[in-house]
């Protein structure tokens, strides 16, 4: 990963409002190859670090050419969402936004190594060769150990009690001593009051998982998956099989902020293929709180 640096002898310049598509002015001069990371508005949100997840809308020019790349304040556009310092995007946007404030507006000058890389990206019309300036606006950072706030519902004693670490985002579970629903339960713990989930999008999961037949009739469980081992909360595109069905089934309609407990059979689970340290045909108990949709 290529150092960053604060400033350059000639930068683009950027223009406009935050939470708007910005105006990106290019020097005539070549870029110098310097990696620039310069804050242009301060914000007053929480910093990001890594493990926090960061949404992001961003404007971008490629220098040489001038020509503007697909924006995420394009109509019809998503904003950005990813894991902080965890590789799970450019890394000019991933620089961009550590140890910076949401509500922050950040000028990226990316040479390839923190771009596109050596091969550009054809799709776009950026060669391996090419500088990219982006404007980066930080519209939101969800902490590492976040979880939803408000008083959990009283559940059937069926179910398994939920009780949250406030330190580490995790749940414990305990599973009553019987045997499994044989249907798909899901639970609302904590009612949200944010804007309902639709398939499509990414949201911000802080998420706990067990086996019911590993975990009956203990007073506390371990996981054999969780956002907190992961390292940190897991931005996911929900409704689109990027995870269980039983998750899918489960968040999709919920609205942002709200906790779910959702005890979901082997056929909506992992069937007779799941991962380490769960047996084939297990019923799955997840705990998941949903912190943001984007």
């Known amino acids: 990963m290529p150092t960053a640096v604060r400033t350059d002898a000639v930068l683009p310049t950027v223009s406009g409002k935050f939470g708007s598509p910005a105006t990106i002015s290019l020097p005539k ?43 995420s304040y394009d109509k019809g556009a998503r904003p950005q969402v990813f894991a902080v310092g965890r590789g799970a995007t450019l890394t000019a946007l991933d620089r961009a936004v550590q140890g910076r404030r949401a509500g922050s507006r950040i000028l990226v000058v990316a040479p390839p190594a923190a771009a596109y890389g050596a091969t550009g990206n ?22 590492a150990h976040a979880i939803v706030p408000g008083e959990q519902q009283s559940i059937s004693d069926a179910l398994p009690e939920v009780h949250m670490n406030k330190d580490d985002g995790t749940a414990t ?21 944010g804007p309902v989930v639709e398939a499509g999008q990414t949201v911000v999961l802080q998420h706990s998982s067990a086996a019911w ?10 996981l054999f998956l969780s956002s907190h081992a992961d390292g940190g909360p897991l931005p996911v595109v ?57």
Request: hydrophobic content about 45%; cysteine-free; aromatic content about 4%.
């Open 29 to 71: 001069s070549a870029p110098s190859g310097k990696f620039v990371v310069a804050p242009q508005a301060p914000g007053r949100g929480p910093a990001a670090h890594t493990g926090d997840v960061a949404v992001v809308r961003y404007t971008a020019k490629v220098w040489r050419t001038g020509k503007a790349l697909p924006s």
């Open 238 to 294: 929900i409704g689109r099989g990027n995870v269980i069905a039983g998750w899918d089934r489960a968040l999709v309609g919920q609205r942002v902020g709200s906790r779910v407990l959702a005890v979901i059979p082997a056929n909506l689970a992992y069937g007779q293929h799941p991962p380490k340290g769960l047996a084939p045909g297990a019923t799955v108990i997840s705990v998941l709180d949903i912190l943001a949709a984007a």
């Open 173 to 193: 579970l305990s599973v009553p001593d019987q045997a499994a629903p044989k249907g798909l339960v899901i639970k609302r713990l904590v009612d949200g009051t």
């Open 213 to 222: 037949d590993t975990a009956r009739g203990k007073d506390r469980t371990d």
């Open 122 to 143: 054809a799709r776009l019309h950026v060669t391996g060769k090419d500088t990219v300036v982006f404007a980066v606006d930080i519209l939101d950072v969800i902490g």
